[in-house]
């Protein structure tokens, strides 16, 4: 297992500290990712940078809509400007459009 310096839940002070560099353990609450992750379990989150490169179906970290969530990438638009990533859970439901900065860590165990 990776070294985290931070563990902590679906939140903004999770983000935070994503958002400073540090690797975290992230635990999740509910049933919406299931199979894939179950509530409660936890997993190791890398801060999502400039250089990160995103795929749809990783799992992320990310804020939509005010709220935070360990949700899929869905899809991916790119514009000239920036890319936008579709977040959705693992049952149908989408959350939302974001760019990159509401994306603060990627699952990676």
Not at 41 to 46: A, H, K
Request: glycine share 8%.
């Amino acid at each position: 297992m990776l070294e985290f310096t931070f563990s902590g839940n679906e939140s903004k002070t999770t983000a935070d500290h994503l958002k400073n560099g540090e690797i975290c353990k992230v635990t999740g609450v509910g049933n919406s990712m299931l199979p894939i992750l179950k509530s409660r379990q936890s997993v190791i989150c890398e801060p999502v940078t400039n250089e990160t490169i995103l795929h749809k179906k990783d799992i992320v970290l990310c804020k939509v809509n005010g709220h935070h969530y360990l949700h899929l990438i869905h899809a991916i638009k790119k514009t000239k400007k920036n890319e936008m990533f579709l977040i959705g859970n693992n049952h149908g439901h989408m959350n939302g459009w974001v760019n990159k900065d509401n994306i603060y860590g990627k699952v990676v165990e």
